[in-house]
């Protein structure tokens, strides 16, 4: 058998393959396939672009027999398969799908290469053909030495934060991954936004992107890692983005106001879902200028990765809900001093304006806004995350929502801004707001 | 034994197909499983009609115990950086002997297929390693084209060319 490296090797898209059918009257025909997939140890898929005379014979005679070359070591070996089945939708079919976008753009086929399906065969029979090959280079980083090293660290992380940030951290560490950023899900509007960034000028926290939209969207909507190594518009987060607000109004506009960090001219792309309960909770990107930067060992140790900071990231939110009220009598805060800021509320959207400054929106925007207004008429700068989570005027979209991840982003974008407005752990679920001037609250859409 | 019908490749078409192109042949086994090889360059004939492709005999024992049990054979060249496709088949396929020339013809698909490689990126010793092969284990399939299909990618892919259809050999001819 084949060692399964060597066949997902080939199976990226840098050599066609080429597959060999027959005709009930025994006629051969010989064909190039643009992309496969490994399934299992049993199953691959192929791409599926054209009616032609591939598809004809094998709706007639299931046998397949496919050539691979490996892209490195020039080592050749033949695939002997039987179909079974076309899938047109699903996990394998919009993994392929992206992929071959990118080889499309990349061979200059962008408008003749259209995934139809993805073309499950069981794997019958594999053979190495006999022929010189050259010596496999060594990779650079190993993936799975990287993994445990980048694992150590999570279980210390005593936050949610410290969580995401003892992840990005070790990626650039040890997988020298270099960009990289985390999208959590909002299950309620079917978005993502960015709570933590490496690697880019600015951080985008609190940018935001439509589920299925780009790489990062399509491995949410399908909850599986998506790799492009070439990349092209049809999955570019920027393009789709940009054309959601040239449709929207106001509330949209407000988005492009923190835009999306990522490359401008990215050559390799990587999004992993970080599983939840039901749906996840968001999702891991990573890219590269590099065109073919990340490989299948990659994909399978961010997979690992992921799964267990959404194993951390759940244990933090099940704490939470056990976690102390806030403590009362506490000794207020002295009022500080210094002229008052104009703080706005758009009900319409929950987004805040610190002065003229656009800060936040949706529930971590309301979150803001209900800690600002108990702290302007009750002096509260002590709150803790499970009072929040029962409180009506935070109006959460429902019991499983992530609130641990939308005060990450609050805590965030307060910090990056410098507002007069911060917040402050002060313990396992719990925080004070610390405010640096006199505030004017102003519940803008107040009666529409 | 029934004469299959001649189908003259026009010289364009004729160097294409001897060009640094890739080149893959299939047949089929008696219980329809299908076989492959890569090939190492072809020699075409204009005169006889035929058509001989080149083989590391290691690589392509299935192929050739299928394509001379059955005479099938398939043959697609395809120019990576334009993605041209031809494919053509034949039903009369057969071992034939290296002639003179041939090695000459194999060395010389080499270098302009590692050539072609080259320009996309690929290392030439990449190239060369996969069409590597010793002389003496070369082995040749030769058969005379009764199809020809345009396969380039595209909703066109599969279609028939016309070819000029040339009369059958006269009997007793080679």
Known sequence: MIPVRALRDCLDGVIPGVVSTCAPDGTPNVAYMSQGQYLDDRHLALSYQFFNRTHQNLLANPRVTLGLIHPQTAQQYRVHLTYQRTESEGPIFESMKAKLAGIASHTGMSGVFRLLGSDIYRIERAEVVPGSTLPAPLPAVDPLLALRTCMERLPLSPDAESLLDAMLDGLQAHFAIEQALVMMLDPGRDRLYTVASRGYPTSGVGSELQVGDGVIGVAARERVPIRISHVTSEYAYGLAMREGAERQGLGDRLETEIPFPGLAAPGSQLAVPIPGAREPLGVLFVESPTEMRFTHADEDALVALATQVGGLFRLFLAELELADEAQSGVPRDPPPAGPPLRVRHYAANDSIFLGDDYLIKGVAGNILWTLLQDYQALGRTQFSNRELRADPRVRLPDQSDNLEARLVLLHRRLAERQACVQLEKTGRGRFRLLVGRPLELEDMDLGT | ?174
């Not at chain 2, 392509?60 to 120019?79: H, I, K, M, P, Q």
């Not at chain 2, 002997?97 to 060395?107: F, I, Q, R, S, T």
């Not at chain 2, 072609?116 to 590597?132: I, K, N, S």
């Not at chain 2, 020809?148 to 892919?157: I, M």
């Open chain 2, 1 to 174: 034994m029934p004469a299959h019908p001649t189908l003259q490749l026009d010289p364009d078409l004729a160097r294409f197909i001897a060009g640094g192109v890739s080149i893959n042949a299939g047949s089929a086994s008696a219980t329809g499983v299908p076989s492959l090889c890569r090939a190492f360059g072809c020699r075409v004939e204009p005169d006889a009609g035929r058509i001989t492709v080149f083989f590391a005999a290691p690589q392509a024992a299935d192929l050739v115990r299928d394509a001379t049990r059955s005479g099938a054979l398939a043959v697609v060249f395809s120019e990576p950086p334009t993605h041209r496709t031809v494919q053509i088949k034949g039903r009369d396929a057969r071992l034939a002997p290296l002639g003179e020339g041939d090695l000459a013809c194999v060395n010389a698909y080499r270098a302009a297929f590692a050539q072609c490689l080259v320009f996309l990126g690929f290392t030439e010793v990449m190239v060369r390693t996969l069409l590597d092969c010793p002389d003496e284990a070369l082995v040749a399939l030769t058969f005379t084209p009764s199809a020809l299909f345009n396969s380039t990618p595209g909703a066109q892919a599969g279609t028939p060319l016309i070819p000029a259809l040339m009369p059958p050999p006269a009997a007793g001819a080679p």
